[in-house]
């Protein structure tokens, strides 16, 4: 198994930007494709973006297209989203999780290791 640690969140206001990083050790980084999803109180665990093992595929969620940015560094072993015009219901715990099984995948039932999230919050 990978293990993976998220970094990056914190308060912003709406308009605003944040990085989140997910750092990951362990099993060869470069084989897994990677995503991101995220979970807001008293909600189900959703899709945000994923990206294939050379990147040459991404993937994202309408409600969060033309905003956010789905990127990695396999020689950092590194993935990272860039949020932009942030809305307050973008607020939740994000989490970043590895897939070695799929090229790349929206269902988070793919998906065989996960960080333990981290927290978003946008104020209006």
């Known amino acids: 198994q990978v293990q993976l640690v998220e970094s990056g969140g914190g308060l912003v206001q709406a308009g605003g930007s944040l990085r989140l990083s997910c750092a990951a050790s362990?099993?060869?980084?470069?084989?897994?494709?990677m995503g991101w999803f995220r979970q807001a109180p008293g909600k189900e665990r959703e899709f945000v973006a994923s990206i294939s093992r050379s990147a040459i595929v991404t993937d994202s969620a309408d409600s969060v297209k033309g905003r956010f940015t789905i990127s990695r560094d396999n020689a950092k072993n590194t993935v990272y989203l860039q949020m932009n015009s942030l809305k307050p219901e973008d607020t939740a715990v994000y989490y970043c999780?590895?897939?070695?099984?799929?090229?790349?995948?929206?269902?988070?039932?793919?998906?065989?290791?996960w960080g333990q999230g981290t927290q978003v919050t946008v104020s209006s």
């Open positions: 999780a590895a897939t070695y099984s799929a090229v790349i995948a929206r269902s988070s039932s793919a998906y065989d290791s």
């Open positions: 362990g099993r060869t980084f470069a084989n897994a494709a």
